[in-house]
């Protein structure tokens, strides 16, 4: 029989392992950390929690983990509507069907990719606003600020990086990172940053 994952009510981390999760997730990738995976994804948290703790948690309950840390970003589709309605509405109309039959024809996937800002102390937003219910640990009490570089694809899988700027450097990190350990060809949307138009 075998072992049922992530029973829910089950195991839970204790405040100080969340910590030190998010302590390793802000300053290390899967990789370094000896874990099949080049960037983080729920996937790739609960493998971690696994091996370090021996806590066995399902995937569900580690996204849970993961929005009540504030590391759920909004799909960029949604936001670029609240920004650009006409714009986005013609994009889907008439470029995404071409995308997406060209990635179904090529068995590839479509990701979305979207760059944001956090603070440590952030309350506000329904993106990034953690929900209140993480444990309390003690800390510094120090701010700091944190940008978060993701991907989330139309199947809503999502891969992502905590890093401290956003430049043509990163994202051409984050980029290899994600083909690195993909197993089916890239279709990678995004918007006009500076950053996704370097020469590099």
């Keep these: 029989m075998n072992k049922k994952r992530g029973v829910k009510g089950g195991k839970k981390i204790t405040g100080q392992q969340a910590a030190e999760v998010r302590r390793l997730i802000k300053d290390k990738m899967p990789d370094r950390l000896k874990l099949a995976f080049s960037l983080w994804t729920r996937a790739a948290v609960q493998q971690l929690i696994e091996q370090k703790y021996g806590v066995v948690l399902s995937v569900k309950q580690v996204g849970r983990y993961l929005k009540s840390w504030g590391y759920t970003p909004q799909k960029p589709i949604r936001k670029a509507f609240e920004q650009k309605p006409e714009q ?63 991907a989330i694809s139309n199947k809503g899988h999502l891969q992502f990086m905590l890093i401290e700027k956003f430049n043509g450097d990163v994202f051409i990190d984050f980029l290899q990172r994600m083909i690195r350990y993909s197993k089916q060809k890239i279709f990678y949307v995004t918007d006009g940053h500076p950053a996704h138009k370097t020469k590099n």
Excluded: C
């Design 88 to 150: 986005v509405k013609q994009w889907l109309e008439k470029e995404y069907p071409a995308i997406k039959k060209r990635a179904t024809k090529e068995k590839g996937t479509i990701y979305f990719g979207d760059e944001t800002g956090m603070r440590s102390d952030h309350q506000a937003g329904r993106s990034y606003a953690p929900k209140g219910k993480t444990p309390v640990v003690k800390s510094t009490g120090q701010r700091f600020s944190l940008n978060m570089i993701s």
